[in-house]
Nanobody, 129 residues
Framework: QVQLVESGGGSVQAGGSLRLSCAAS????????MGWFRQAPGKEREGVAE???????STADSVLGRFTISIDNAKNTLTLQMNSLKPEDTAMYYC???????????????????????WGQGTQVTVSS
């Protein structure tokens, strides 16, 4: 069983930065895929970025060039560095994990909610204009 705990959310003005972290339980081990998703009020949960234990990444167009995903395999910790934040980035941000065979083969799974069986509780990010 994979347990994920997010931290680092908060409130910031537009143009500011935040760094989110996700700690995975001791039962998580490479190779795997991990991702960040977000859900704004009244909207569907959407993929933000994904990384596997080989450090291959995929990033949504809406945050490309502003958000960077990284992983520390030794510490089982996933991070999302968010720069140049915009009010439209306001959402609950969730960490997710997959142990799919694709990940074991060094690939990424699709950045969609159904590809990730394991989820954290979420951390709120609020960006004011």
């Amino acid at each position: 069983q994979v347990q994920l705990v997010e931290s680092g959310g908060g409130s910031v003005q537009a143009g500011g930065s935040l760094r989110l972290s996700c700690a995975a339980s001791e039962y998580t081990y490479p190779p795997y895929c991990m991702g960040w998703f977000r859900q704004a009020p009244g909207k569907e949960r959407e993929g933000v970025a994904e990384i596997n234990s080989d450090s291959s990444t995929s990033t949504a167009d809406s945050v490309l060039g502003r958000f960077t995903i990284s992983i520390d395999n030794a510490k089982n910790t996933l991070t999302l560095q968010m720069n140049s934040l915009k009010p439209e980035d306001t959402a609950m941000y969730y960490c997710a994990a997959s142990l799919s065979a694709l990940c074991r083969g060094g690939y990424l799974v699709p950045l969609i909610t159904t590809a990730f069986p394991y989820w954290g509780q979420g951390t709120q990010v609020t960006v004011s204009s």
